[in-house]
């Protein structure tokens, strides 16, 4: 199904391609490399794979491309040519083995990675990496490899169903592709846990919401605002006033001078 996935992935890389090179004023190299997520994306739900070749050519391709998605970003911790070429390799070498290892260890076939949250993440993780100064740019390339996400997961349930005969049947596989939720909570908890995160990382990318420097996202009130005017409240009718309006004769202090005549002073 490798081949199948490749090919239905990259017929859909195309269309999306071309579409937006028609409909947006992105150019012919952003547009190749749309089309190139697309069939990276569609090659994603099978990382999951409990065999031993279709991972190892996935963590390959994604060790290669992935270095080049985070490009811009290397580019901003690192200070030479040098030290990025060193981060795209140690990326390298992370993604294709540390990465496979992780997966072998941590997955089953057919389980979240085969989900709709994990498309998601996967758009979310996209745009994250990909940085770019045209916020469009970064959610065209996040909706490429979501494309090629679901045209894998589409593609496994179609083959879930026996088409032979007068009456299509289902097979053992159906419903396991497309799904909310697996069979294992603890994997639908982490899956949605990583997507929380996910969610929450690009609000702030996006400056959508501002942190404070632990990371606490500031509230209304803990906004810096312009101070108002001193005002005098009578504890018997709580009518205000400013404490300037108030009667002459308060001297240095005027909001002590109101204090000690009973008023309440707020600001």
């Known amino acids: 199904m490798f081949r199948e996935h490749v ?17 947006t004023p992105i150019d012919g190299v952003q547009a190749g490399v749309a089309f190139t997520l697309v069939a990276v994306g569609g090659t994603l739900p099978d990382l999951d794979s409990d065999r031993g070749k279709p991972i190892q050519e996935l963590t390959a391709l994604l060790g290669a491309a992935v270095p080049f998605v985070l490009v811009r970003r290397f580019a901003e911790v690192a200070r030479s040519f040098d030290a990025i070429v060193g981060l795209g390799i140690l990326t390298y070498l992370a993604v294709r083995y540390g990465g496979g290892w992780l997966l072998r260890k941590l997955t089953v076939h057919r389980g979240m990675f ?21 916020p469009g740019i970064r959610l065209l390339m996040a909706t490429a490899v979501m494309t090629g996400f679901a045209s894998h997961l589409v593609l496994d349930e179609w083959c879930s169903i026996d088409w032979r005969g007068l009456t299509p049947r289902l097979k053992s596989s159906a419903g396991t592709a497309i ?6 909570p603890a994997g639908t908890v ?11 990382a690009v609000l702030i990318d996006g400056d959508l919401i501002e942190v404070n420097r632990v990371g606490v996202p500031q509230r209304v009130a803990d906004q810096p605002r312009e101070p108002g005017p001193w005002m005098a409240v009578s504890p018997e009718t709580g ?29």
């Open 179 to 184: 799904k909310w939720a697996g069979d294992r």
């Open 239 to 267: 009518e205000r006033a400013p404490v300037e309006d108030q009667e002459e004769g308060f001297g240095d202090d005027p909001v002590r001078t109101v204090e000690r005549s009973g008023a309440i002073v707020i600001r």
């Open 7 to 23: 090919a239905v992935s990259g017929t859909c890389g195309a269309a999306l391609a071309a579409g937006m090179w028609i409909a």
């Open 114 to 134: 085969h989900s709709l949250p994990a498309m998601m993440i996967s758009g979310l993780l996209t745009y994250l990496a990909y940085k770019s100064p045209e």
């Open 190 to 200: 982490a899956c949605y846990a990583l997507l929380a995160v996910s969610f929450y």
